[in-house]
């Protein structure tokens, strides 16, 4: 009887206990992207002195301007693929008399995980597409005539 007892205790706590293992494991997790997709060419063009309306112009609308200080616009982008871990940009602008006078960034995400590397495709006609491989093969037609 103590025995069962023993044996029916273990079940419950090691059926309890482990359920994070098997929903990692086993249940589909979507990505979740959210935020304002930051480029690194166009935060490139964004230079100290800059208006708000041509910061919105280049990068579009912030994802946050602070409640308390609106002189802070938040750019974030949140990457958090399924099953994995997160990973998070931010671009915080700083403006005094609607003119941009601090760029800080943090968390730069180098390359995006839900982006599959694309497969090398093998062109369907690869003469077309490189001449300098094709032979010059001479047809027996030779053309239109024009008299």
């Given at each position: 009887m103590p025995i069962k007892n023993i044996v029916a205790?273990?079940?419950?706590?090691?059926?309890?206990?482990?359920?994070?293992?098997?929903?990692?494991?086993?249940?589909?997790q979507i990505d979740v992207t959210q935020g304002n997709y930051i480029e690194d060419d166009k935060l490139d063009q964004i230079t100290l002195g800059m208006s708000q309306e041509q910061i919105i112009f280049i990068l579009g609308s912030p994802m946050l301007i602070d409640q308390f200080d609106s002189s802070k616009w938040y750019y974030i982008?949140?990457?958090?693929?399924?099953?994995?871990?997160?990973?998070q940009d931010t671009v915080v602008l700083t403006f005094a008399n609607q003119q941009l006078t601090?760029?800080?960034?943090?968390?730069?995400?180098?390359?995006?995980?839900?982006?599959?590397?694309p497969r090398?495709?093998?062109?369907?006609?690869?003469a077309a597409e490189d001449p300098s491989s094709s032979s010059d093969r001479q047809t027996s037609n030779p053309g239109p005539v024009t008299e």
């Open positions: 205790s273990c079940f419950l706590i090691f059926s309890l206990s482990g359920c994070s293992f098997l929903y990692d494991t086993f249940v589909y982008r949140y990457i958090k693929p399924g099953g994995k871990a997160s990973q601090d760029i800080s960034r943090s968390g730069k995400i180098t390359e995006n995980p839900l982006i599959k590397s090398s495709k093998n062109a369907p006609n690869a």
